[in-house]
């Protein structure tokens, strides 16, 4: 599976299997394939495996993310191994926000995984191998195995452990900020992150300074100049100058558009501008 372009499907808080439809329709139209996320903000709602059946449907590519919150290894197992059967072909594995801030703080979470741990389930399950040991029915499944990261200034030594886990998809954080960015592919790139992986520098739109502000406190990265030009109310005219720069970066797969609220319009045209900036380099 190639990727050049992805972005991300939330499920609907209910269990209309056409809304899923019209939103898979519009999203695999944009992207090469479209992340589900699983329990965003510790939030009931669909369930993202049943939202990857009714999308396969659709013909539309998926990823599946993954949290270790709210299942134990058997059906992280299950789940993937049943993902995999519908014709998932990638997954993005995840520590998922802490229960406490979504809309049932008294909730359990399982956490029997770390990260890097589910990584490594999802790549033994590509190796046709289940937890515990078993070899597995039949032929075993293929898939990309995804890891986020965080491109920020500190070290790249945990997301190596990850690849050595067994990733080889990374969807970064929200990244606004060309320069900074360019300086951790580098050291990514010196730790051979690029050579092992499919990279794609993850993008939203920003609205204003105090969106941007938000966004940080959860790994998002932007510069000055960006905060003022979405202060002035020219934050699409930023992200597309953004791909432009991210584009010329060496060993950069493409991006992952994070609609967050931005009508869908904006975000083919943010797909198609990224489409050719990387391709022409």
């Keep these: 599976m190639t990727l050049t372009v992805t972005c991300e499907l939330v499920p609907p808080r209910g269990a209309d299997p056409d809304a899923v439809r019209a939103a898979a329709k519009q999203w695999g139209a944009i992207a090469d394939a479209v992340n589900v996320t699983d329990g965003a903000r510790a939030s009931v ?3 993202a495996l049943a939202t990857v059946a ?3 449907q659709e013909g539309v590519e998926a990823i ?5 919150r709210d299942r134990n290894r058997i059906a992280l197992a299950a789940d993937a191994l049943g993902a995999a059967a519908l014709g998932v072909r990638g997954f993005l594995a995840l ?3 802490p229960v406490k801030v979504g809309e049932n703080p008294d909730a359990a979470e399982v956490r029997d995984l ?6 490594g ?6 190796e046709g191998r289940l937890p515990g040991g078993r070899e597995l029915d039949g032929p075993p499944p293929s898939y990309l195995v995804g890891s986020a990261a965080n491109a920020g200034p500190a070290p790249v030594d945990g997301l190596v452990a990850k690849l050595d886990a067994g990733a080889d998809l990374v969807q970064t954080q929200i990244v606004l900020d060309a320069e900074g960015f360019a300086e951790w592919f580098g050291r990514c790139r ?3 992150v690029a050579e092992r992986a499919t990279v794609l520098a993850g993008i939203a739109v920003p609205r204003s300074g105090e969106w941007i502000a938000r966004m940080e406190q959860m790994g998002a990265r932007a510069s000055e100049e960006v905060a003022e030009r979405a202060e002035r109310g020219e934050g699409a005219e930023a992200v597309a100058d953004l791909i432009d720069r991210l584009a010329q970066v060496d060993g950069l797969a493409g991006v992952h558009l994070m609609p967050l609220g931005s009508p869908p319009e904006l975000i083919r045209d943010l ?3 990224a489409r050719r900036a990387f391709g022409s380099h």
């Design 190 to 192: 010196a730790a051979g």
């Design 64 to 68: 599946l993310q993954m949290t270790v």
């Design 95 to 97: 520590w998922g926000d």
């Design 54 to 56: 009714i999308m396969r």
């Design 45 to 47: 709602r669909m369930s």
């Design 114 to 119: 770390e990260t890097a741990e589910l990584i």
């Design 271 to 273: 797909a198609d501008h």
């Design 121 to 126: 389930l999802l790549a033994d399950l590509r």
